[in-house]
């Protein structure tokens, strides 16, 4: 206990080095390389379901899925015909 209350014994002994830190730079991925969006198709899946066979829990899991899917969307100029669509 009597070592965690000595903060600056415990700053000498570090051994981590902050001028060798570099910040984190995200590699540029292509949009063709892209995951597949598993939220946008759960949404469409449940479209379908709910339309078919008239089920209300299916419609509404395609909105939550479908509103998920614009959350999380990467490239916004790509994806502006997919929003399109998905509001139509």
């Known amino acids: 206990m009597s070592s965690h209350n000595n903060s600056s014994s415990s700053a000498a002994n570090d051994p981590r080095q902050p001028s060798a830190a570099k910040p ?3 590699p540029l991925v292509s949009p063709q390389d892209l995951p597949v ?6 949404a469409i ?13 299916g419609s509404w899991l395609a909105i939550i899925f479908c509103a998920q899917s614009l959350a999380n969307m990467k490239n916004m100029e ?3 015909k997919q929003i399109s669509m998905a509001m139509m």
Do not use: E, H, P, T
């Open 78 to 80: 790509n994806d502006l």
């Open 45 to 57: 899946i449940c479209a379908v379901a709910g339309v078919m066979f008239r089920y209300k829990l």
């Open 24 to 26: 984190f730079v995200a």
């Open 37 to 42: 969006d598993y939220s946008g198709f759960i």
